[in-house]
């Protein structure tokens, strides 16, 4: 999961959405076509985005783009393997471009998930906003150029949306070549749990002050038969759909604390809360019977819950959470930034810290304003008692600022991309 290596602040030539644009996208898909390896690519078009102009104004425009932006990266950077490209295609168009090894039906799986992540609601100062995004997919083909593959896909998104109903279109005329159907998946799901077809990824959290390693956030993944590797965000939607959430979830956090068990005393593993493990009322004991029956010390986990989570009964939510804390277990408020911020949360959830969402520190270190709301984050956090995790960090500039600015840890590509149990506890024990 991560960017192609040369792609640098010098090719970010939007200033709405900080991607780079369509030049740069297609020398970058000339060069993975070249090379002669699988390249997977997904035009996006926001249906009717003139709408929001007229309706809201530009500014409210370009705030929905910004966040359109967002999420395609960080729907990127969670669920794809391989090199990655966000691009603006111009207007209220997006192009994500893949090499990652990967299935027809994976791909197909995958676009849905970022379309229905970019249909989400967009909360502004201006009101809530709705978009109706559609796509164009393709696989490219050996011997074809980066303007072959432009083409199609213009031409195809045009299709879909000019077609009611059509909301994703492959771009070689087979549009209604089916990958597996929602029942199928949710039947594979239930079969995987038992077929050990469910793995868990690590990715490793360093200390800002010493830059050592002190723990790990686990991610799930689902190694199915067909479709290759599939990422969480698109694992979990299949679990809701099926009604299976309470059961996968335990089932990573059975596997997770049993492998951490294994790591030394002194690191910390950190497990994603859904919002169907806080509305079940006996979440709090189901996950304590785990602990007891794994070995593994209360005080070595922490909990991450997003906003998003959240959304529902806040309070029950804050009653589960305050039964965890009191047995040792911290709770950290995720992707802190990404969201509608709402700083009521900070006052009703036990917390203990703060992770920035990747989106905090992407500018950080080249623009004035992102240093001083990095700053005001921090000074809050220090206000509550919070220690603040920093995600996303991709540059050495990145992690000495954040060091600097009173970060206690963080993630990112820099020093590890999520990697297997295995070579986890090799890292662990270096």
């Given at each position: 999961?991560?960017i ?6 010098d090719?970010?030539s ?5 991607l ?11 060069e993975?076509?070249?090379?002669g ?5 997904l ?13 809201y ?23 794809l393997?391989?090199?990655w490209?966000a691009?603006r295609?111009?207007g ?10 990967c299935?027809?039906?994976?791909w ?12 989400r ?7 809530t906003?709705?978009l109706s ?14 303007a072959?593959?432009f083409d ?13 109903g059509?909301r ?9 070549r089916?990958g ?10 239930l ?6 077809e ?7 959290q360093?200390?800002?002050?010493d830059?050592?390693l002190v723990g ?5 993944r689902?190694n ?21 959430v ?10 997770a ?8 005393m002194?690191?910390?593993l950190s ?7 806080l509305?079940?009322?006996d ?7 785990l602990?007891k ?7 070595r ?17 804050a ?12 709770i950290a408020?995720?992707d802190?930034g990404?969201g ?6 900070l ?9 920035l ?6 500018g ?7 240093l001083a709301v990095?700053?005001?984050i921090?000074a ?8 603040v995790i920093?995600?996303?960090v991709?540059?050495?500039a990145?992690?000495l600022?954040?060091?600097?600015e ?6 990112g ?11 986890f506890?090799?890292l662990?024990c270096?």
């Amino acid at each position: 999961m991560t960017i192609a290596p040369t792609l640098g602040a010098d090719l970010r030539s939007d200033a709405v959405t900080g991607l780079v644009g369509r030049d740069a996208a297609a020398a970058r898909l000339d060069e993975w076509l070249a090379r002669g390896g699988r390249v997977h690519a997904l035009l996006v078009g926001l249906k009717r985005f003139d709408a929001v102009n007229l309706a809201y104004g530009k500014a409210a425009g370009d705030a929905a783009l910004a966040e359109v932006a967002q999420r395609m990266r960080h729907f990127a950077a969670e669920e794809l393997d391989g090199l990655w490209l966000a691009a603006r295609g111009g207007g209220g168009q997006f192009l994500l471009l893949a090499t990652e090894p990967c299935s027809r039906e994976r791909w197909q799986l995958a676009a849905g998930q970022l379309l229905d992540a970019l249909a989400r609601p967009i909360a502004t100062t201006w009101g809530t906003l709705r978009l109706s995004p559609r796509g164009a997919l393709l696989r490219g083909v050996e011997g074809e150029s980066a303007a072959s593959v432009f083409d199609r896909l213009g031409q195809t998104l045009e299709t879909a949306t000019t077609q009611p109903g059509r909301r994703l279109l492959w771009a070689d005329g087979e549009g209604r070549r089916g990958g597996r159907s929602a029942a199928q998946l949710e039947g594979d799901l239930l079969r995987a749990l038992d077929l050990g077809e469910i793995e868990l990824v690590y990715q490793p959290q360093f200390g800002c002050g010493d830059d050592r390693l002190v723990g790990a956030e686990a991610l799930a993944r689902w190694n199915h038969p067909k479709l290759g590797r599939v990422g969480a965000g698109a694992l979990f939607a299949v679990a809701e759909r099926a009604d299976h959430v309470p059961q996968l979830s335990h089932h990573i956090a059975r596997l997770a604390l049993g492998e951490a068990a294994r790591w030394p005393m002194d690191l910390r593993l950190s497990l994603n809360v859904t919002a169907g493990d806080l509305a079940s009322a006996d979440y709090a004991a189901r996950l304590s019977a785990l602990i007891k029956q794994t070995g593994f010390a209360p005080w070595r986990l922490t909990l991450e819950v997003t906003e998003q989570v959240l959304l529902g009964d806040a309070a029950q939510a804050a009653a589960t959470l305050s039964a965890l804390a009191a047995q040792g277990i911290r709770i950290a408020l995720d992707d802190f930034g990404a969201g509608f911020c709402n700083f009521r949360y900070l006052k009703l959830l036990p917390l203990h810290y703060l992770k920035l969402d990747r989106a905090m520190i992407d500018g950080v270190t080249g623009d004035a304003r992102d240093l001083a709301v990095l700053r005001a984050i921090i000074a809050m956090a220090g206000a509550l008692s919070l220690k603040v995790i920093a995600e996303g960090v991709e540059t050495e500039a990145q992690r000495l600022l954040v060091a600097a600015e009173g970060c206690a840890s963080y993630q990112g590509f820099l020093r590890a991309e999520p990697m297997s149990a295995a070579k986890f506890a090799m890292l662990a024990c270096k």
